[in-house]
Structure formats: structure tokens, C-alpha cells
């Protein structure tokens, strides 16, 4: 071990495998190691890769919840810094304001780099050297700042679902270059498991211990509705390009994104174990129970549909799958006619679901 944190990068690797590509994405190292997560987490793979693209200049405000306590367990933290001494600013905020307090660390950014723009335009113009001076001390004082930073705000499906859900339309309501990313466990996870407005149809959970009777919120397409909010679904398990693509072209979005990431969680009671959560998710996409698409309103800019659907069309049995999870298959146990009846709900919604975003990757950008 080591003896590995003592290699170098080396130049021509970066060079060949673009850091934008799955492959180049890997030799990256990553700003996030030994986490206290559960064996097999959904969440941290996402977070890992984000600090492998973005962690040498990036800011993360962070809600409360399982993030927060993998993410900072007192007296230690798994964000770490390269060999230059960069990483993740990590910071947590309360359940309920966590957007909020990230849209505060972005526009704090933007007013110390403002004032930075301005005492390097007042040097251009200043011939006198004690002037020059004094401007150029003021400069360095915050010399930090003078790279653009990568503003992340992470957190659960209870808080962007729920609790701080209001401060987090109001974030992407804003059009401030922040990234948003959901870690989707459909369930309160880090409290126990209470059921959330992701939690889908006929899930067991806590205060739904007949099976939720209601579909799951879509929080998506209330991000889209706004036509200037990168929005993405991602399973890392199911498309690990998709998902790449989703974190750079999100970053790269000089506006709000939200990416919603789908992770399984030891609530779930996956048949084979959390050792098999990627598989889980590819299972899930394919089952149609998880739709994977990315919605970039540059290309309605440039006359094109700016929703693409990267799932294709389910190709393995919806019920075979949920019957593989506890959260699910208890009900067949305890209600058994209730279960029926939630189950084909829940198929139902499946098919509608993904036929709506089928239809709405066949439209024609208006004119």
C-alpha cells in the first residue's frame, strides 16, 4: 500500500485515456477511500468517481443522512487529498436546508472571484508600481479562487424527495451553476428505513407496513419542467458510459443539474446479498423498474431534442424482479391479495412510465 501512494501519474496514460471516458476515469485517483458504509453501498461508487473527475477543486455541501455519516464519522473522513495536497471541500448541513447552504458556498465562490476578476482588470490598467503592488497582494490573498470550483450538493432520496425538497426546487428554480446528486435508496436509509415520496408502490417499509399504496414522486420530470436544468437518471451498475457522461456533461453545464443516482441499500434485502448491488442495478434497468436518460437543454439551443433516453426497452420480467427484495416480497407473505394488487399497479406504472419518455425522446424540437 505504500509503495502505491508513492507512483506517479504518469502523462502519457492521462494522455490516451481521456479522464471523460470509463477507462481514463479509472487511472484517476480516487478522493474518497475507506469509507464506513455498509458492505456492497450504492451510494459511495457514485460519489468515488465524482472525486475521481472533479475532487482536486471541488466543494461539497452535504444534507444529512447516510452520506453525511459515511461521508464525515467523527474523528474521520474518508475525502482525501492528491499528492499536491488538493481535494473535496466537504461540508454538512441540516436535513432541511442542505441546497440552500450549497447555493450559499456557490454564490460565496462567485463574489470572492468577482473581486478577484476586478483587481486583475484594475492591473491591466495601473502603471504605477506601488498600485500594482497592493492590487497584486489583494490578488493573492485568495489565490485559491482563481481555478473555477466544481459546486456539489449531495444527499438522499429523504431530503431531496422530501424534507428539503422545497429548498432544492428552489436551488434549480435559481439557475445557478450548481450540481445536485441524489443518492436514490428509495427509503429512508440512515434512519431506519421509514418509506419517502421515492419509495415506489407496494415497497415494504417503515410506515408502510401494508406496502406504499402510491407511486413514487418524479422528481425528474419536475427538474425538467423548467427546460434549463441538466437533468439525469444513472445506474452505474446497469451503464457505466451513461453514467460518465451524465457527470461531465452536468459539470460542464453552466446552469443547474440534478443526477439522480439509483442505489441499492441493505433495507432492500437483495435475495443474493449487497455483494451483488451492481448486478442489482442492471437488473433494475432491465426489468424496466429504473429508467436511465439525460435531459441537456444545450441541445434544444442547438435546434435538437434535448432529452435522450439511454434505457432501452425492458427486457426481463418486472415481477421476477422485485420478488428478488425483501422490501418487496414480504407483502406476498403478510397481504398477499394487497400485494397482487400493488404489484400489477406497479407494473402498469413501469410500462406508462417508460412509454412516456420513449414518446418524449421521439419529439420534434419546436421551432
Not at 437533468?231 to 452505474?236: G, K, N, S
Request: with cysteine; glycine share 10%.
Amino acid at each position: 500500500f505504500d509503495y502505491g501512494t508513492t507512483i506517479d501519474e504518469k502523462p502519457e496514460v492521462a494522455e490516451k485515456f481521456k479522464f471523460s471516458t470509463v477507462k481514463g476515469s479509472q487511472f484517476k485517483q480516487p478522493l474518497l477511500e475507506f469509507s464506513g458504509a455498509c458492505a456492497g453501498c450504492g451510494e459511495t461508487p457514485y460519489a468515488k468517481l465524482v472525486t475521481q473527475l472533479f475532487g482536486d477543486r471541488m466543494f461539497i455541501a452535504n444534507a444529512t443522512g447516510c452520506s453525511s455519516i459515511w461521508g464525515a464519522s467523527a474523528p474521520a473522513t474518508p475525502y482525501t487529498t492528491n499528492k499536491k495536497g488538493y481535494g473535496p471541500a466537504w461540508q454538512n448541513s441540516l436535513f432541511e436546508d442542505n441546497a440552500e447552504f450549497g447555493l450559499g458556498m456557490a454564490l460565496g465562490q462567485n463574489a470572492i472571484r468577482d473581486r478577484l476578476a476586478g483587481y486583475v482588470a484594475e492591473l491591466e490598467k495601473v502603471v504605477d508600481d506601488a498600485k500594482v503592488g497592493e492590487l497584486a497582494k489583494k490578488t493573492l490573498v485568495d489565490k485559491d479562487e482563481l481555478a473555477k470550483k466544481s459546486m456539489w450538493i449531495f444527499g438522499g432520496d429523504g431530503w431531496a424527495y422530501d424534507i428539503g425538497f422545497g429548498g432544492l426546487d428552489h436551488v434549480i428554480a435559481s439557475g445557478e451553476n450548481v450540481n445536485i446528486l441524489v443518492f436514490d435508496t428509495e427509503v429512508y436509509s440512515n434512519t431506519g428505513g421509514q418509506s419517502s415520496k421515492a419509495t415506489p408502490i407496494g415497497s415494504v417499509a417503515q410506515f408502510a407496513a401494508a406496502g406504499k399504496a402510491v407511486k413514487k414522486k418524479d422528481l425528474a420530470a419536475i427538474a425538467m419542467s423548467y427546460g434549463y436544468v441538466y437533468t439525469a437518471q444513472v445506474a452505474m451498475g446497469a451503464d457505466n458510459n451513461q453514467v460518465l457522461k451524465a457527470l461531465v456533461e452536468a459539470e460542464s453545464y453552466n446552469g443547474p443539474s440534478l443526477i439522480i443516482c439509483y442505489a441499492p441499500c441493505i433495507n432492500h434485502g437483495i435475495k443474493g446479498g449487497m455483494g451483488i448491488a451492481q448486478l442489482e442495478e442492471k437488473k433494475a434497468v432491465e426489468a424496466g423498474y429504473w429508467n436511465c436518460f439525460r435531459y441537456d437543454p444545450r441541445l434544444a439551443d442547438e435546434g435538437k431534442n434535448p432529452f435522450q433516453l439511454d434505457s432501452k426497452a425492458p427486457t426481463a420480467s418486472y415481477r421476477d424482479f422485485i420478488m428478488g427484495e425483501v422490501r418487496y416480497n414480504a407483502l406476498t407473505r403478510s397481504f398477499p391479495e394487497r400485494a397482487e394488487k400493488l404489484f400489477t399497479e406497479a407494473e402498469k406504472f413501469a410500462e406508462q412510465k417508460y412509454a412516456h419518455l420513449k414518446q418524449l425522446s421521439t419529439l420534434e424540437p419546436a421551432e
